[in-house]
């Protein structure tokens, strides 16, 4: 699975085509007051002018002051208009202010929720488990979580862009009202302080990205300490302060690395106020040597005072919204890649029959290596489950077992041969069809944190509320009873994580997971179980194996166990080494031929002895 590779231009437009796309209506609104807020301060610098050089022609005018309003009227009716224009002006920015906010933030929800719905409906629906697999693409999953946060951030960017806008044109047409060279020197003095911002956030964001290994070790510690899994063997292992000396180790390393590249933003923002004074202070002493001069009025003080102060506010927001506009476009880039990744697992395009009966299961030359390892896990696997036949598959730890069933539940494909399945290569067969008929326990079966009935009933959809179809599997898979005592019945919710949720045991949990496959069974022609006994108590493992005869009657069966005593009820035994068949055939002549299967068999009997 190979990630595209974006350029920032092409990540700049691509998030501002899913903002806009996110929430064009909020957009739209936000558009619309940032065009009066930003007109707004340039209309109060031109009446603050006008007061200022009312107020100074009436004081000037030799004539007794003016007493009330009514007089004010009167005798100066454009300074009372212009005081009148004033303050309606601020009156009217500052009410708008406040609507603004619920619009921003309307907006940034509105953002948020869109690309997170995209993000995790593009997860949920990659029908690949290398995505929770590969460290390179769990690197990108991890980064997305950045990229939204940074994606809502644009929404407030552009805003404050339009903003920016706005207010910057009605400005520089005043700045240059006081001389032509005004704005280009103020936008001039602009462009060192862009380049700085750039390399800035360039810089930042590489190190955001080297960081994103090291901060998912920090969070691994955080959840070692954090979660009920580990707490029982982290202290009876006392292994507290290994693990926080871990996390304390892994958060010195971001925090010096973030701490460099917060030292040279802040050079960077001094960089930026330097310029940006040096900038403004040259026609700010133009303008006052011009009033000395006699070529402006007082009024003008005030007004050009004005131009400078909001000319270079808007200039800087705009460059420093540059910068955030190039930070967030490094960090949204893993949304796009998340996004356009290619599963490798996909329905065909033609679509071959798949037959009801035939000769079973056929794997063919088979091997695999996982996306990222560079030596293969199995190797030229060939052997074949005839319909209704029960295969165990053993070996030591690490040999493949698990592997293999992922590969025959077409969790992966093969790097290499095919798997056969009445004839017709799995690959060809649509995906829901081919899993509607296989039943899968895992050995890391899920825990769904919900209903005992969900727990079940998800296994076959159409039997989510059939009470009697699910107490029938609880009944086959030995729990009935526990859930029967539970004061909701069916209704219970599993979980510590949920309010008023019931813990079951690990074997409880087993068993639960064993219903919910076998609600499958109506149309499972095959079943993989990797490790059915694992967490069962040896008294209850005959009556487990009983179940796995019933289960397996008249299907085909493929068993991962280490327990061998469930091998000796197989129809074959298949033993992996290394990735390997190494030996096959029931458990008699198996044991005759006194080979690996022999040996881990004898061991295993001597250990019970
Ligand atoms: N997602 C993965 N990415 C890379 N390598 C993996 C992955 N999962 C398993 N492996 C490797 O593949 C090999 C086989 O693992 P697998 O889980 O199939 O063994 P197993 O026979 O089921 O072992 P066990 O009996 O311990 O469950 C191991 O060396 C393991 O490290």
């Known amino acids: 699975m190979d990630l595209i590779q974006l350029t920032p231009l092409q990540t700049l437009l691509r998030s501002l085509r899913m903002v806009s796309r996110a929430a064009p209506r909020e957009l739209l609104q936000v558009a619309f ?5 930003g007109a707004g301060p340039s209309l109060s610098l031109i009446f603050s002018k006008q007061v200022i050089d009312g107020v100074v022609a009436v004081l000037n005018s ?5 007493q009330n309003g009514t007089e004010l009227i009167v005798r100066q009716p454009q300074l009372f208009w212009a005081v009148v224009a ?7 920015v500052e009410s708008i202010s406040s609507i603004d906010t619920q619009i921003f933030s309307a907006l940034r929800d509105r953002v948020q929720g869109y690309i997170e719905g995209e993000v995790i409906a593009k997860i949920a629906t990659f029908n690949d488990i290398a995505l929770f697999e590969n460290p390179e693409l769990l690197n990108i999953v991890q980064l997305t979580e950045k990229g939204i946060q940074r994606m809502r951030r644009l929404a407030f960017i552009v805003a404050a862009f339009l903003m920016g806008i706005f207010t910057l044109v009605p400005t520089v047409i005043l700045a240059a009202t006081i001389s032509w060279w005004v704005p280009l020197v103020l936008v001039g003095f602009a462009i060192p302080a862009v380049v700085i911002d750039l390399r800035y956030w360039k810089r930042s964001w590489r190190v955001e990205e080297s960081q994103a290994t090291l901060s998912r070790e920090k969070g691994i510690y955080v959840k070692l300490l954090k979660e009920e899994n580990y707490a029982k063997e982290i202290r009876l292992f ?4 290994l693990l926080l000396q871990r996390w304390r180790d892994s958060f010195e390393r971001l925090f010096a690395q973030t701490q460099k590249v917060r030292r040279e933003g802040a050079i960077a923002v001094m960089c930026l106020s330097l310029l940006g004074g040096i900038a403004s202070s040259i026609p700010y002493l133009y303008v006052i040597l011009g009033v000395l001069q006699g070529r402006f009025t007082l009024g003008d003080i005030a007004l050009y005072t004005g131009i400078i102060a909001q000319l ?5 927001m705009l460059i420093a919204n540059l910068g955030n506009v190039y930070d967030v476009t490094l960090a949204t880039r893993p949304v796009f890649q998340l996004l356009d990744l290619q599963p490798q697992i996909v329905d065909p395009i033609d679509f071959q029959d798949f037959p ?6 056929q794997l063919q030359n088979l091997s695999f290596v996982y996306p990222g390892a560079t030596q293969p896990t199995l190797k030229g696997i060939d052997f074949q489950v005839c319909p209704g036949e029960m295969v165990v598959l053993v070996g030591e730890n690490g040999a493949g077992k698990t592997t293999l069933g992922k590969l025959l539940a077409r969790l992966y494909d093969p790097t290499s041969g095919e798997i056969r399945w009445n004839g017709v290569d799995t690959k060809n067969i649509a995906l829901d069809e081919l899993r509607s008929r296989i039943a899968v326990v895992m050995q890391d079966y899920a825990r769904f944190p919900a209903k005992v009935r969900e727990n079940v009933g998800w296994g076959h959809m159409p039997q989510l509320e059939n009470d009697r179809a699910i107490h029938h599997v609880l009944q086959e898979a030995g729990i009935n009873q526990v859930i029967l005592n539970l004061d909701r019945g069916l209704d219970t919710q599993l979980g510590k994580q949920l309010e008023n949720g019931v813990d079951l045991s690990g074997g409880q949990w087993q068993r639960v997971a064993i219903a919910r496959a076998l609600m499958r069974l109506e149309n499972a022609e095959l079943v993989i179980f990797d490790e059915p006994t694992a967490a069962l108590d040896p008294k209850h493992e005959q009556e487990i194996y009983e179940i796995f005869r019933t289960i397996a009657r008249g299907r085909m069966a493929v068993v991962i166990s280490h327990r061998l005593s469930l091998a000796r009820i197989a129809d074959r035994i298949v033993v992996l080494e290394h990735g390997q068949i190494i030996e096959e055939g029931t458990h008699d002549a198996l044991m005759q031929i006194d080979g690996r299967y022999a040996d881990m068999f004898t061991r295993q009997a001597s250990s019970y002895l």
């Open 356 to 361: 009801l009966t035939g000769n079973g299961l």
């Open 312 to 316: 270079k506010r808007s200039l800087y």
């Open 86 to 92: 004033l303050i309606v002006t601020n009156i009217f």
């Open 62 to 66: 030799g004539q007794p002051p003016i």
């Open 238 to 241: 006392s292994l507290q302060n």
């Open 33 to 37: 007051f940032n065009l009066i807020r």
